[in-house]
């Protein structure tokens, strides 16, 4: 692998754990102002000091993140269907990679549709963009196991997220599901899982244990963290787990302490 791509890779998944916390706040590509993201910056810039990766698309990257703050990014290149529409995720390319190389981003994101309609075109999209990313030494990251009406278990993650990286994946992002680990294990590049919908966040955390304690690489959550009733003590929670081991009494005690010492945000 070219030292341009593994450099990116390694600000991303940090060598000393060999995990990442990446704080999605892409949903807005599809589902507008999402509840938490309405002003994104006032959400995401105390989260910053505890993520290890941002994933956002280029709006929001230039209308909300200051230029000068010092955080991989990760940007959604994939879109073009919304939330209101029945084919949600029938993505194409919304971004260019010029833009992208614009941006100075360490990794480009595009979700694929295993296992249902408008497959072929997401998985055809997704690899034009692994090869247009590894023209510049960017790796590239897979969402899949995302839709409705999917059934949502270890046989289905695991060929889902195997075919991503046989297609040119670099990291595979998916959902945490029993037995997580056979999808780790068939699975030859780092696989990290979305959070969904919001839990929790005792639950939160223990998926994050879980999926960590199978071999995942860490997280790339969203609403789990910053729909949580503190997103900065949230975030540092769910960095203990990934990156220092914590238990999930130990994450949630770090979580309830933190809770009554930040303010609340927005
Ligand atoms: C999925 O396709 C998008 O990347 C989502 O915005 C992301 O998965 C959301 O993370 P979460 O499910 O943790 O809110």
Not at 174 to 186: A, M, Q
Not at 189 to 208: F, T
Request: hydrophobic share 40%.
């Amino acid at each position: 692998m070219d030292w341009g791509m593994k450099n990116r890779i390694s600000r991303i998944i940090k060598p000393a754990s060999g995990r990442t916390v990446m704080l999605a706040v892409d949903h807005g590509y599809f589902m507008g102002p999402t509840t938490g993201l309405e002003q994104l910056n006032k959400m995401v810039d105390p989260l910053l000091p505890y993520a290890d990766t941002l994933m956002l698309t280029r709006g929001a990257l230039r209308y909300y993140i200051d230029p000068g703050v010092d955080i991989p990014i990760t940007l959604r290149m994939s879109g073009g269907t919304s939330i209101l529409n029945k084919q949600l995720l029938h993505e194409g390319t919304v971004c260019s990679m010029e833009d992208a190389v614009r941006l100075n981003v360490s990794c480009v994101a595009f979700s694929i549709l295993v296992g249902a309609e408008y497959e072929r075109d997401t998985i055809l999209e997704f690899t034009k963009m692994v090869d247009n990313a590894r023209n510049y030494g960017i790796p590239s990251l897979v969402v899949t196991a995302v839709g409705r009406d999917m059934v949502r278990d270890a046989r289905y993650m695991a060929l889902a997220s195997r075919m991503g990286a046989e297609l040119g994946a670099d990291i595979v992002k998916t959902y945490y599901v029993d037995g997580f680990e056979k999808v780790v294990e068939s699975c030859p590049v780092p696989v990290v899982i979305a959070g969904g919908k919001k839990i929790p966040e005792r639950d939160a955390l223990q998926m994050a244990r879980d999926a960590v304690s199978c071999g995942a690489a860490g997280v790339d959550m969203g609403r789990n963290i910053f729909q949580s009733g503190s997103p900065v003590a949230m975030i540092q929670a769910v960095r203990s787990v990934v990156h220092d081991n914590a238990s999930v009494d130990e994450a949630y005690d770090l979580y309830q302490d933190l809770k009554g010492n930040v303010p609340a945000q927005a």
